[in-house]
């Protein structure tokens, strides 16, 4: 007869082998379960629909987000990525055993998935949109997506009939690549726009203060002015002798040759700076517009995507 201790040992291993035989229990249940659909039944789905498994998440994602709001309540944007991909193990095993709408196995067209399928947020300026831009929405959806799956078009002049049986594959979500890169030029944008504002305001100031106290002559050229200028007022103060206190009037109303071509040369800066002014201004228009165009081009791309998510 076995003593206490033994008993109490092989109670506990048999406590410690419990949750291994629970899990074996539960493995054959599933297998149980997944028995009891027959190859052929599994087959024979609504409208000649192909099983599918939990690697088709992208191409079902129209019906997955319409079967996610009809049975569960819930918005496909308001999902995190693990919460998103067990709800699509409940849709594939109901997809598989013919418990959905027989809608969905016929193929749902994603350019008419309303936005209040995917989202519960509403744009404000959503209301004042008017009629004829939603049908040019709802006709530039259908445009992209014959172009993507080599269909035609659905002809507006019939009433209600559109082309094709088939379905209309792929997200309407924006990819994360694309989002990633719609930030990346923003930023970019923004970032030459503050560098080119900077240097516009050191030009500003520059100009203003040429404009006080007048160009002046620089570098090596300014230096050999300056001697050259000294070298004349001291030869004439020595010409003069004993005179040097007397100066006819060209000396004093700036008549002398030397003065005269000081001035010459000193305009003939001024107008070459002024000149390299206006082109370097010129050139700093024609980026600025260049930048403004690229910004628009970049919002548009926004608003875009924005109706693409939200309708």
């Known amino acids: 007869?076995?003593?206490?201790?033994?008993?109490?040992?092989?109670?506990?291993?048999?406590?410690?082998?419990?949750?291994?035989?629970?899990?074996?229990?539960?493995?054959?249940?599933?297998?149980?379960?997944?028995?009891?659909?027959?190859?052929?039944?599994?087959r024979k789905l609504p409208h000649d629909a192909s099983p599918i498994t939990e690697s088709d998440y992208f191409q079902k994602s129209d019906e997955f987000r319409v079967w996610l709001k009809d049975e569960k309540g819930k918005y496909f944007d308001e999902l995190s990525g693990d919460r998103a991909r067990s709800y699509f193990r409940k849709f594939v095993k109901a997809w598989n055993r013919g418990k959905l709408s027989k809608s969905l196995y016929a193929g749902i067209d994603s350019s008419s998935i309303p936005?209040?399928?995917?989202?519960?947020?509403?744009?404000?300026?959503?209301?004042?949109?008017?009629?004829?831009?939603?049908?040019?929405?709802?006709?530039?959806?259908?445009?992209?997506?014959a172009a993507t799956h080599n269909r035609s078009e659905p002809s507006y002049s019939s009433s209600g009939s559109k082309a094709g049986s088939g379905r209309m594959q792929g997200p309407t979500l924006p990819?994360?690549?694309?989002?990633?890169?719609?930030?990346?030029?923003?930023?970019?944008?923004?970032?030459?726009?503050?560098?080119?504002?900077?240097?516009?305001?050191?030009?500003?100031?520059?100009?203003?203060?040429?404009?006080?106290?007048?160009?002046?002559?620089?570098?090596?050229?300014?230096?050999?002015?300056?001697?050259?200028?000294?070298?004349?007022?001291?030869?004439?103060?020595?010409?003069?002798?004993?005179?040097?206190?007397?100066?006819?009037?060209?000396?004093?109303?700036?008549?002398?040759?030397?003065?005269?071509?000081h001035i010459a040369r000193r305009d003939a800066t001024k107008k070459r700076h002024e000149h390299a002014r206006e082109d370097k201004a010129n050139t700093m228009r024609e980026r600025a517009n260049a930048l403004k165009e690229k910004e628009s081009a970049t919002m548009a791309m926004f608003q875009q995507l924005a109706k693409q998510r939200f309708g």
Not at 8 to 17: A, D, E, N
Not at 18 to 38: A, F, G, L, V
Not at 193 to 204: G, Q, W
């Open 1 to 42: 007869m076995p003593s206490r201790r033994d008993r109490s040992v092989s109670y506990s291993r048999s406590r410690s082998r419990s949750p291994d035989r629970h899990r074996d229990r539960e493995r054959r249940r599933e297998r149980d379960r997944d028995r009891s659909y027959s190859p052929d039944e599994r």
């Open 175 to 261: 990819s994360a690549a694309d989002m990633q890169l719609a930030r990346e030029t923003a930023a970019e944008l923004a970032e030459e726009e503050r560098r080119y504002k900077r240097k516009r305001d050191r030009k500003d100031e520059k100009d203003r203060i040429e404009d006080i106290v007048g160009p002046k002559e620089v570098g090596k050229e300014g230096m050999l002015e300056k001697k050259r200028a000294r070298r004349e007022n001291d030869r004439a103060f020595r010409e003069k002798g004993d005179e040097g206190l007397e100066a006819d009037e060209s000396t004093l109303m700036g008549g002398g040759d030397s003065f005269q071509a």
């Open 115 to 145: 936005a209040t399928s995917t989202t519960s947020y509403k744009w404000s300026f959503a209301s004042k949109s008017s009629r004829a831009d939603e049908e040019a929405l709802k006709h530039a959806r259908e445009s992209v997506g």
